[in-house]
C-alpha cells in the first residue's frame, strides 16, 4: 500500500533502522485521517504494554522487508505510521528524536 496519510510524510528508505522501546513515546492505532482517537486507540508515554510493544515490532519489521513506511520528523520526536493494506486503518509509532551534539 503506498498511502501516507499525514501531509510531510516521506518514506523510510534506511532498512537498518530498529526502534526501541526505551524511545517510545505514544503509539496509535485506528482509523486514518488526522489520528484524533476517532476510532482508534493511543498508548501513551510511560505505558510500555503488549500493545505498544506489538505496535513497535509491527513497524520494525516492515522497515526491515522494504514495505512503505512513512516518517515524519516533527522536531522533537520522529513519527513512523504504516498502514494496513486494504487502506483502511493506520499504526503509529511515536519516538523520541536522537540529538547530536
Same mark, same amino acid.
Given at each position: 500500500? $503506498? %498511502?501516507?496519510?499525514?501531509?510531510?510524510?516521506?518514506? #523510510?528508505?534506511?532498512?537498518?533502522? #530498529?526502534?526501541?522501546?526505551?524511545?517510545?513515546?505514544?503509539? /496509535?492505532?485506528?482509523?486514518?485521517?488526522c489520528?484524533?482517537?476517532?476510532?482508534?486507540? /493511543?498508548?501513551?508515554?510511560?505505558?510500555? $504494554?503488549?500493545?505498544?510493544? +506489538? +505496535?513497535?515490532?509491527?513497524?520494525?519489521?516492515?522497515?526491515?522487508?522494504?514495505?512503505? %513506511?512513512?516518517?515524519?520528523?516533527a522536531?522533537? +520526536?520522529?513519527? /513512523?505510521?504504516? &498502514?494496513?493494506?486494504?487502506?483502511?486503518? %493506520?499504526?503509529? %509509532? /511515536? &519516538? +523520541?528524536?536522537?540529538?547530536?551534539?
Amino acid at each position: 500500500m $503506498s %498511502v501516507l496519510t499525514a501531509e510531510g510524510l516521506e518514506l #523510510v528508505t534506511d532498512r537498518s533502522i #530498529v526502534l526501541k522501546a526505551e524511545e517510545l513515546e505514544k503509539t /496509535y492505532n485506528g482509523g486514518l485521517g488526522c489520528a484524533c482517537g476517532c476510532g482508534g486507540t /493511543y498508548t501513551e508515554a510511560g505505558e510500555v $504494554s503488549a500493545t505498544s510493544i +506489538r +505496535r513497535l515490532n509491527l513497524i520494525n519489521k516492515a522497515i526491515a522487508n522494504g514495505e512503505q %513506511v512513512g516518517f515524519l520528523d516533527a522536531g522533537d +520526536r520522529h513519527i /513512523y505510521e504504516l &498502514v494496513n493494506p486494504l487502506g483502511t486503518r %493506520v499504526t503509529r %509509532v /511515536y &519516538v +523520541r528524536a536522537f540529538k547530536s551534539f
